[in-house]
């Protein structure tokens, strides 16, 4: 009886709020569907478990679920369904970033093979900006999540170079300078290394 007592309380001491985006147009093949479950608890920071089904415009049939957890995601992120941003439609293009933050979800073509890639949110982050998951497309149509962008990278390049086949980052540093970071797609080896780092002024 004392168990089933301390099991209730903990049971009521969260509540979970669900939000659902359907995403149609930032991507020439697939529309995505985000949906976020974020678990409000009194002593701890939410927990939130984002779901993201991939579907196949043509036959409109899902192809892929991938899921996020997250224990950091500011009110607002995956329940605003304009966040969101794409280098294949031009959608929101012209929306300047505000704290390095490109939106939840974003399409582009990362490693410059012209598949369409995906760029998840996976942390709000802090003054640096928010860190994203990356997911590219492969010769069958699956999103492969990307080890090294995600973990080493994370950021949301400011440039994305497809001549030098390299990304940039700009993420702040310090009180008067940013880190500006370049990788590089070796095509040979299909692997990323970072050709430079430095610190330049606001």
């Known amino acids: 009886m004392k168990l089933i007592f301390i099991l209730n309380i903990f049971i009521f001491s969260f509540k979970c709020f669900g939000q659902t985006c359907l995403h149609k147009d930032i ?11 974020r678990i409000k608890t009194k002593n701890l920071f939410d927990s939130c478990i984002v779901k993201i089904t991939i579907i196949q415009k043509e036959t409109n049939k899902p192809v892929q679920t991938i899921k996020i957890i ?11 369904c304009n966040s969101k941003r794409s280098y294949v439609t031009l959608k929101n293009l012209n929306i300047e970033p ?14 410059f093979d012209n598949r369409e890639d995906v760029a998840l949110k996976k942390d709000s982050g802090g003054n640096g900006g928010p860190d994203y998951n990356y997911y590219l497309q492969d ?12 973990n080493n990278m994370g950021y949301f390049p400011i440039y994305i170079n497809g001549r030098s086949k390299t990304l940039t980052t700009l993420v702040h540093a310090n009180a008067k300078e940013q880190c500006k970071s370049t990788y590089k797609l070796d095509t040979l080896t299909n692997k990323w290394k970072k050709i430079s780092k430095t610190f330049v002024d606001y």
């Open 139 to 150: 010769s069958t149509g699956k999103f492969i999540i990307n080890k090294y962008l995600t």
């Open 27 to 37: 991507s020439k093949q697939f529309n995505f569907e985000t949906n976020l479950t």
């Open 98 to 111: 505000c704290d390095n933050d490109f939106g939840d979800i974003i399409v582009a073509d990362f490693n």
């Open 70 to 80: 997250s224990d950091y995601f500011f009110e607002g992120v995956y329940t605003d």
